[in-house]
């Protein structure tokens, strides 16, 4: 009989089923993370982008309906209504809220059922029906909701990097997957909401992935290998990226990830000082996220559209070159629906992924534990967060 050939071992033959993280990862109501991410307020749309035309809004697992009532108050609503089921996507805005495309009920923007006009005087017992509703807020040209306990709710979280603009300044806000690698043309991603969110404590694919794998996406100066420090920091996390350059200069590149799910990172063409916007990586549900960033502009901005692939956009790539020139919507959706985390092998550059996914952790056991998370406040006067993240150049 053979001996087996030593060179045949490490086969993929017989593997043992692997798995993902769902405490860290699941978010639809009443999972772990699910209840730790509904104590916060969260983005759900672009402000200008709601209007008296339904829209359907899926957040956290979670179906419902947006719209802004002919006096612009806006609306997130449970869509199946409460007669008869049928969605309110197909209702008609009006006035005082919206109304059912099948029997008339019109219900108001918290859900108030303000008519039923098959019944005697609109509806004797009308009072007793409400449609499930979620509150709203607006701010820095965003819809935010909160989704969490009504007696839990904290104030709105405001951010120092956009607060007390300049007259000849403004907001400038998106809600495309620009951020995580992709374009202006897709605004849903393929893949858990933790890949994207915790790649912010990943300073070590910036060289590699961003700089010296196949071109160079950001500036040349991003291939300098960082020497990193991780901390905790108010809301969560921080690191510093310390870079002596070739030009003699040296930069402490300064990135935060905060709770829940907040990404600040610094101008990727390493402008000297602070950040100028904040972003937010909304879990859509288990396998799909969307980002909105938040941006301080002079007043004369405007966009210019990206393309980085010898004049071509990202989308319009083909296979063959996404393969070519890989960037973060490849690496990240290339983990799969949800990564299975049970297959990694973490290493020393992985410092921050694991002290983010540790934190993350002991927020939601706080949660579970009847506790509030980090980041939340009840008073308005600690409802701003100071941006600490930035390129800053050492003064020789």
């Not at 947006?66 to 209504?81: A, E, H, N, T, V």
């Not at 610094?266 to 916007?277: I, S, W, Y």
């Not at 296979?319 to 959706?333: I, K, L, M």
């Not at 308005?380 to 003064?395: I, S």
Request: proline letters at 8%.
């Amino acid at each position: 009989m053979l001996k087996n050939d030593s060179r045949d071992e490490g086969t993929a033959y017989g593997r043992p089923e692997q798995h993902h993280d769902a405490e860290l990862t699941e978010v639809g109501p009443g999972t772990p993370c699910g209840e730790f991410m509904r104590r916060y307020w969260h983005p759900i749309a672009i402000a200008d982008k709601v209007g008296p035309v339904p829209q359907m809004a899926r957040v956290l697992g979670e179906d419902l309906v947006l719209f802004r009532d002919r006096k612009g108050r806006p609306g997130l609503l449970y869509p199946r209504c409460a007669h008869r089921g049928t969605t309110l996507y197909y209702g008609r805005v009006e006035d005082e809220g919206i109304r059912c495309c099948y029997h008339g009920w019109l219900f108001g923007v918290q859900g108030q059922c303000l008519d039923q006009p098959c019944e005697p005087d609109g509806g004797r017992h009308k009072d007793r029906v409400r449609q499930p509703w979620y509150p709203v807020e607006e701010m820095y040209g965003l819809i935010w909701a909160y989704m969490g306990p009504p007696e839990k709710k904290p104030v709105l979280t405001r951010w120092s990097s956009l607060e007390n603009l300049k007259p000849t300044e403004k907001i400038y806000v998106t809600g495309s997957s620009t951020g995580a690698g992709g374009d202006d043309t897709v605004e849903v991603v393929p893949t858990n909401w933790l890949n994207d969110w915790e790649n912010i404590m990943d300073p070590f694919h910036i060289p590699i992935l961003h700089t010296t794998f196949s071109t160079v996406q950001f500036v040349p100066e991003m291939g300098v290998m960082p020497e990193v420090t991780w901390e905790h920091a108010d809301h969560g996390m921080r690191y510093i990226a310390y870079r002596k350059l070739d030009d003699g200069r040296e930069m402490d590149r300064v990135t935060q990830a905060l709770f829940p799910h907040v990404r600040i990172v610094p101008d990727v063409r390493l402008t000297d000082g602070p950040a100028a916007g904040v972003g937010w990586v909304l879990p859509v549900d288990d396998t799909h996220f969307r980002l909105f960033h938040a941006r301080r502009v002079p007043q004369d901005f405007k966009p210019v559209e990206v393309r980085n692939y010898n004049g071509r956009k990202w989308s319009e790539l083909n296979d063959e070159e996404h393969q070519r020139f890989p960037g973060d919507w490849e690496a990240q959706v290339g983990q799969g629906a949800i990564s299975l985390h049970s297959e990694e092998n973490l290493v020393t550059s992985d410092q921050g992924v694991v002290q983010l996914r540790r934190l993350l952790r002991r927020q939601i056991e706080i949660v579970r534990d009847g506790g509030d998370p980090i980041g939340i406040t009840f008073d308005p006067a600690q409802a701003v967060v100071t941006v600490q993240a930035g390129n800053f150049f050492r003064k020789k």
